[in-house]
């Protein structure tokens, strides 16, 4: 649930997202799920050459799997407040795998 | 037909074709609806079809001799008896009717029936009821939805409209149809005595008569709808099934009758006949044409709110309807006479009732039915597929809803919203750092499922007032959600399905922990080496001397643990105590605080500043090693905030004794064939300054003369000075600690001249240090402009300097003075202005200014 609650932070920012298709589009982060399924807005592919069909998208739904990458606006992420949460899931997991 | 009086209503042409069906045809309450124009292509009923054309082949010739035959010229008269005396003729014909049925649909049969009944009723769907054998099918039969009866729709308009028309007559196959015994003995009655009042009474005692065979055979069909107060619609019809006794057919009841046809419905013949007797006193009592108008409308509703309701017992709820299931109840038990009475007045009395209105009210009354009718009809068409799934079922798709809810949401609500905050830490508190979110935060599944109940509850409550089991189901409904609850709790813990013999295995995953693709299991022993690095004193520093960088980094990740434990437990904290507090509270707020007491111990174990310093080790101290990582650094602001006075001035100490040692010192002095630092230092140093810097300055701005001395003290014995006064870190210490004794000296002019004495001592001390290596302290070239750090410094140094001393510092940074001011000038006016000023805190501190250079 890291990245999840991690990636809710981001929307409304600009993120440039990489896919296992060498695909990567850079747009608007509307929405995302527990499966980490994100929703595009205002889309721009980053080699708007290499796939000239995508040019006349503006916004889209990538189904979390098949992502590689996220590029993320490091003015929008606490790394300390990451760190912790990161701290915390182990915490759990640990919890959790002792219980 | 003539001699039973009715010719006057049905023109002889016309006879009982297809527009005027028998008296069994089944009332039709969608009649209004069906739309006039259509009545008359009435096709299943054509009379012009069933007719054999015989009456054309009559000889006519002969007629003059009818009156001979039949009596001339007199009147026919309306004082005969059929049900009593005629009656007699009905039991052949009856055979013929019951045969009929038996053998529907025959062709041979066609002929007597055209003799004893004109009209073929359209099929009603009944006439397998007519047998006492014929168990009803419980299956929903598509007719009874309005298929069937569009038939008798059409046909009952005509019907109807022939009614109005001729509405004076008095025995008009009224909608409400009139056994053969009731018009008889209104006939009578009219010749008799023409009272109205009278006539309900003078009904002539049933059993004694015969049934008229013409009435007698459509009774069969008509007996049904009629029970259900003449205006019964399609729906009714699921109530037939369970109510076998009305249906019985009358004939059987006319047990005194010779040569009875049909042997078996005859042996419950005495029975009937006594019962019949019986309840024959209390008939015309029951007949209030009241209460059968008042019952139409409720009657249906009831049926399609709850058709299941209706086969048993359960009879409307409403008031008429509660009068009418007495009579229900009853109407087994009465007799033939009456089959068609009790348990129908409505038959019996309507057509008196039409008798006796005007026709304005006639009209009023037949606007009002079709009104009626079209709302059935309307209600009928909506609950078309009423009651396909009982509330039962409703229930039960809700919960298998609810169930996979909880399932998927895996009960997150369960642990409250601390699971809440563990699961979604960085969302929440990110949220709570940068402003409100934009987004709802995230709102329990417990609240969801909550409301989600609630609304179901509502509207159980509204639509199902009188639905007994409500309640209950939600009951149990609740319990479900209760066990879908704690299902769901212990679902996570066996992820994996691990069939027996198969090399696979299956791993389930729900929307809280989606499908894990990588598996990696942890060795055991890393468990084991985790346990060792929490262990807290001196073994590793005893046991080895060896502190790696994995123990040093597994102590820092101990103090952040300790750390979120004791952030968690703040906000755990109890209401605060009051003089009236009550023993729970108090009892809370103890165990609260030894917590904290507890974890702030932990803390202060795991920080390591207490392990023996060892001034020969090659290592660094444990704490001091903590510091030389990044995330170390930046927990020292946090651990700040925990720890206690003393725990502070411990750690400065142990900051400020390991000067030289640290890091951002030790790494951070620029050597000569190296002027500039690497980037990573740069960085650390940068870190260090933001992170552990301000802490130890606001514990020194607030420290006594005496720390200052003995922290100064300190540096002075047990640091390479040299080292220190070249890096930022250790110079803004020292500028830290000069200029906190320059202010205590300021602000209290009255201090223990001792302490002064004291620090003049290690002033001087420090001064004669520094004055050698003056040229080096500034870092990189005169362009380098971070040296903001140095003036200030040498600022601080001036202030408290002697007149000589001053003198000596001035002499030592002169070069570095010129220099800059040379550069300056060549520079934008803004950084010029900016580097002179650096320089100014110097000059300015020991009364000089780079003006004067000029």
């Not at chain 1, 929405?31 to 080699?47: A, G, M, P, R």
């Not at chain 2, 679902?491 to 929307?511: A, D, H, M, R, T």
């Not at chain 2, 002027?675 to 260090?688: D, K, T, Y």
């Amino acid at each position: 649930m890291l990245f999840f609650s991690f990636f809710k932070t981001l929307i409304d920012h600009e993120v440039t997202v990489e896919l296992k298709n060498e695909i990567s589009i850079r747009g608007t982060l509307k929405s995302v799920d527990q499966f980490l399924n994100i929703k595009l807005d205002n889309i721009q592919v980053v080699e708007e050459i290499r796939w000239p069909h995508l040019s006349s998208t503006k916004n889209l739904f990538i189904r979390g799997s098949v992502v590689r990458y996220i590029h993320l606006p490091s003015s929008a992420v606490d790394t300390a407040l990451l760190e912790d949460a990161s701290r915390r899931e182990a915490t759990a997991a640990k919890d959790k795998k002792a219980a | 037909m003539s001699f039973f009086g009715f010719d006057a209503t049905l023109p002889r042409d016309r006879g009982h074709s297809s527009q005027a069906p028998g008296f069994g045809q089944a009332q039709d309450a969608f009649a209004g609806l069906s739309g006039r124009g259509a009545a008359d292509d009435d096709d299943a009923i054509d009379f012009e079809e069933t007719y054999d054309g015989l009456g054309d082949q009559l000889d006519e010739t002969d007629d003059t001799f009818n009156d001979d035959t039949f009596g001339n010229d007199k009147a026919v008269g309306k004082d005969f008896d059929f049900a009593g005396q005629t009656s007699r003729v009905a039991d052949a014909i009856e055979g013929e009717g019951l045969l009929w049925q038996a053998k529907q649909p025959p062709p041979n049969i066609h002929a007597t029936r055209h003799t004893t009944q004109p009209a073929k009723p359209a099929k009603s769907g009944y006439e397998p009821y007519a047998q006492p054998t014929y168990i009803p099918d419980l299956e929903a039969n598509a007719s009874i939805w309005g298929i069937n009866p569009k038939r008798q729709a059409q046909n009952q308009q005509a019907h109807q409209r022939q009614e109005t028309n001729a509405a004076a007559a008095p025995a008009a196959p009224a909608r409400k149809m009139m056994s053969l015994e009731e018009v008889e003995a209104m006939m009578l009655a009219q010749n008799k005595k023409p009272t109205p009042q009278s006539m309900p009474q003078a009904q002539p005692p049933p059993p004694a008569a015969a049934p008229q065979p013409q009435a007698q055979y459509p009774s069969h069909y008509g007996q049904m709808p009629s029970q259900q107060g003449g205006f019964s619609g399609p729906p009714q019809i699921l109530q037939r099934p369970q109510q076998p006794p009305p249906s019985r057919p009358p004939p059987k009841a006319h047990a005194e009758l010779p040569g009875h046809a049909i042997p078996p419905p005859g042996q419950q013949q005495p029975t009937i006949l006594q019962r019949n007797r019986q309840s024959v006193p209390d008939q015309p009592a029951r007949h209030t044409p009241v209460q059968q108008a008042q019952r139409p409308p409720s009657q249906p509703r009831q049926i399609l709110q709850n058709p299941n309701r209706l086969s048993g017992h359960g009879q409307p709820i409403t008031q008429p309807g509660q009068q009418k299931q007495g009579e229900f109840q009853r109407g087994p038990q009465l007799g033939p006479s009456h089959a068609r009475g009790p348990s129908f007045p409505g038959v019996v009395t309507h057509p008196e009732q039409l008798l006796h209105l005007t026709e304005e009210e006639r009209a009023a009354y037949l606007i009002e039915d079709a009104k009626r009718a079209k709302r059935n009809h309307k209600i009928h068409l909506l609950s078309k597929d009423n009651g396909l799934m009982t509330p039962q079922d409703k229930n039960f798709i809700t919960r298998i809803q609810l169930q996979q809810l909880m399932a998927a949401t895996g009960g997150l609500e369960e642990h409250g919203p601390e699971a809440a905050l563990t699961e979604d830490f960085y969302y929440q508190v990110y949220c709570q750092i940068r402003g409100a979110p934009r987004q709802n935060p995230h709102q329990p599944a417990s609240q969801f499922a909550q409301t989600y109940l609630f609304q179901t509850g509502g509207r159980y409550g509204m639509g199902r007032r009188h639905h007994r089991g409500g309640d209950n189901h939600m009951q149990r409904m609740e319990q479900q959600v209760q066990r879908a609850v704690e299902a769901a709790k212990a679902k996570p813990k066996n992820k994996q399905l691990v069939i027996e013999g198969s090399l696979g295995k299956i791993s389930f995953s729900n929307s809280k922990t989606p499908k894990p693709l990588l598996n990696i299991k942890r060795p055991d022993h890393g468990d084991g080496a985790q346990g060792s690095g929490r262990r807290p004193s001196g073994v590793n520093a005893h046991g080895s001397t060896i502190i790696d960088r994995k123990t040093t980094l597994r102590n820092i990740e101990n103090v952040y643990d300790c750390l979120m434990k004791l952030e968690d437990h703040e906000r755990r904290m109890p209401p605060p105590l009051a003089e009236n507090s009550d023993p729970q509270t108090i009892q809370a707020h103890m165990e609260w605080q030894t917590g904290t007491q507890r974890l702030h111990e932990t803390l202060w174990q795991d920080l390591k500043i207490m392990e023996p310093i060892n001034p020969n080790s090659l290592t660094p101290h444990p704490f001091i090693a903590i510091l030389s990582h990044a995330k170390g650094k930046k927990a020292i602001p946090r651990i700040f905030r925990q720890i206690d006075e003393q725990q502070r001035i411990i750690m400065l100490t142990m900051i400020v004794v390991h000067l030289d040692m640290l890091s951002v010192v030790a790494k951070a002095v620029p050597s000569p064939d190296e002027p500039n630092l690497s980037p990573a230092i740069r960085e650390e140093v940068e870190l260090f300054s933001h992170a552990v810097m301000p802490p130890l300055f606001a514990h020194i701005a607030e420290s006594p003369l005496n720390i200052v001395i003995g922290l100064l003290g300190l540096i002075l014995d047990r640091t390479n000075l040299h080292l220190v006064t070249r890096t930022k870190i250790g110079m803004s210490l020292l500028t830290m600690l000069i200029s906190r004794a320059e202010l205590v000296k300021q602000s209290t002019p009255e201090m223990n001249p001792g302490d002064w004495e004291q620090w003049m001592q290690l002033y001087n001390r420090l001064f004669d240090a520094v004055e050698p290596v003056l040229p080096s302290i500034f870092p990189g070239s005169v362009n380098d402009t971070e040296d903001v750090y140095v003036w200030q410094f040498l600022a601080a140094m001036g202030v408290g300097a002697s007149p000589e001393q001053q003198q000596r510092l001035v002499l030592g940074v002169k070069d570095r003075v010129m220099d800059t001011v040379a550069v300056s000038k060549a520079l934008p006016a803004e950084l010029a202005s900016v580097r002179l000023g650096h320089v100014n805190l110097f000059m300015r501190a020991i009364g000089l200014d780079v003006e004067l250079l000029g």
